[in-house]
């Protein structure tokens, strides 16, 4: 048979479309390239339904199914939530601030119990792996995305590796005790991020495991760019502005991503919306890169680059390997939306994120003060118009809350590896003794719809 005739007659909820040379496959939840032979590029997912439904009788952020790659839904409470800003508004003379809230804020029914953004991605990844699949999702993190794939996975119920530098161990905490399906790897002594990132690489590619993808994976981007349907849904409208901490940028890709979808659902308007992006001083390659208008990132000299990471306050915005000139990438999504890169040191950070939590009532991670900074920054160079509809992205908040209203518990690891120990043939050792001892693969819980 055919392909096309195949495709028609499953009629499958989306296609996996390469937004370099077109080429269309079929919503294979592991494919993360194109097949065709040029450089790298994203795919995309093309749903079926042009026009969103939001379906409120499913769990969370399910609510936005029609435009996530899912087939099933997790039990899941959380999704972003959207409200106007009054104090923060009058603060800065603006008289359509939104703020998406990504975090926890029971206040506000916002019920993302890891406090950030990352839970929107995780939900969503894991609703797309076929139940009862035999392999075991592996996860490299520094922190907020660790804390929110083991959560969810532990509270689902769902086999996962995670690998985090040791450094790292306090950012993985819970509401619940995790459990054993939740295995933590961690690289000892003075191991960073990236040696997190080469370790899980290469237990990913052992037989029994599998990688995410990161910005390559669907899944992850479209749950993140929920933060911008909620938006629109609650406001009946595309913002025109998008301001937004970024680090690997995927969620810069994901806003534009889903303003695309809405512009095709032509009940939200016609605005490209403009993404005001921010990274935090001194490690700022994104914004050094797009004012030099060059699809490039500078050179990274890697002490230097080690060095920068250092110094900054928001750490989840110090990816290395940004998904900035891949295509379909950031640049792209600067290019699109006519944006605008900021930086910011640490002071204008710390600044921004007291003055949000003195005005809004909420405490938020030192990520969404690197976003609140680039809109005061924003407002003070004249960047916008004060009557403009703003939409400002708290991607973390809340976790001081969350620490006065609930006990939290933290992660073990299980095994430990040195920076030295990370060779596939010492990894493939490690991993084949652990095979008397193998992440319980049972009581996956996911629910059909
Ligand atoms: C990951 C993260 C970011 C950066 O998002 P990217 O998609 O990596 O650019 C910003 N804020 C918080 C709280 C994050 O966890
Ligand atoms: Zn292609």
Request: one cysteine or more; charged letters at 20%; a neutral charge.
């Amino acid at each position: 048979m055919s392909q096309t005739l195949h495709r028609l007659l499953r009629r499958p909820k989306y296609t996996l479309c390469c937004t370099l040379c077109g080429a269309e496959y079929d919503p294979d939840p592991f494919r993360l390239h194109c097949d065709a032979e040029h450089e790298p590029a994203l795919l995309r997912a093309v749903y079926r339904s042009k026009k969103l439904e939001v379906k409120e009788q499913l769990p969370g952020l399910f609510r936005y199914m029609d435009w996530l790659p899912v087939e099933q839904t997790l039990n899941v409470a959380g999704k972003p939530i959207t409200y106007e800003s009054h104090n923060l508004a009058r603060y800065l003379g603006l008289s359509q601030l939104y703020i998406s809230f990504n975090g926890y804020w029971p206040d506000r029914q916002a019920e993302l119990y890891t406090c950030s953004f990352k839970e929107l991605e995780a939900p969503s990844v894991l609703a797309r792996i076929p139940s009862h699949h035999p392999r075991t999702l592996v996860i490299a993190s520094a922190g907020n995305t660790g804390r929110a794939f083991a959560t969810v996975c532990s509270d689902q119920g769902l086999p996962l590796c995670l690998v985090i530098p040791g450094q790292n161990l306090s950012a993985i905490w819970s509401r619940y005790r995790f459990q054993p399906n939740v295995r933590l790897v961690v690289v000892s002594g003075n191991g960073d991020y990236s040696d997190a990132i080469a370790l899980g690489k290469m237990i990913s590619q052992l037989d029994q495991y599998f990688p995410e993808g990161g910005a390559a994976n669907v899944a992850r981007r479209d749950g993140m760019g929920l933060t911008v349907l909620d938006a629109a849904v609650s406001l009946g409208r595309i913002p025109d502005h998008y301001f937004q901490a970024v680090g690997s940028g995927t969620g810069g890709i994901s806003a534009w991503e889903a303003n695309l979808r809405l512009l095709e659902d032509g009940r939200f308007g016609s605005n490209r919306m403009k993404l005001h992006l921010a990274q935090n001083a001194p490690f700022t390659p994104m914004v050094e890169a797009w004012n030099a208008k060059s699809r490039d990132l500078p050179p990274m000299h890697q002490n230097r680059a080690k060095a920068q990471i250092n110094r900054v306050a928001a750490k989840v915005l110090t990816n290395r390997q940004p998904a900035y000139s891949i295509a379909g990438g950031l640049y792209e999504a600067l290019l699109e939306t006519d944006g605008q890169m900021y930086g910011v040191t640490n002071r204008e950070a710390e600044r921004a994120r007291v003055l949000f939590e003195e005005l809004e009532g909420i405490d938020i991670c030192p990520a969404s003060g690197v976003a609140t900074a680039a809109l005061l920054q924003a407002v003070k160079a004249g960047n916008l118009d004060r009557r403009d509809c703003i939409l400002l992205n708290i991607t973390g908040g809340g976790a001081k809350r969350m620490q006065q209203d609930y006990p939290l518990q933290t992660l073990q690891p299980a095994i430990a590896f040195a920076p030295h120990e990370i060779q596939p043939e010492i990894v493939l050792e490690h991993f084949e003794q652990d095979q008397r001892n193998p992440i319980l693969l049972s009581a996956n819980d996911l629910e059909a719809v």
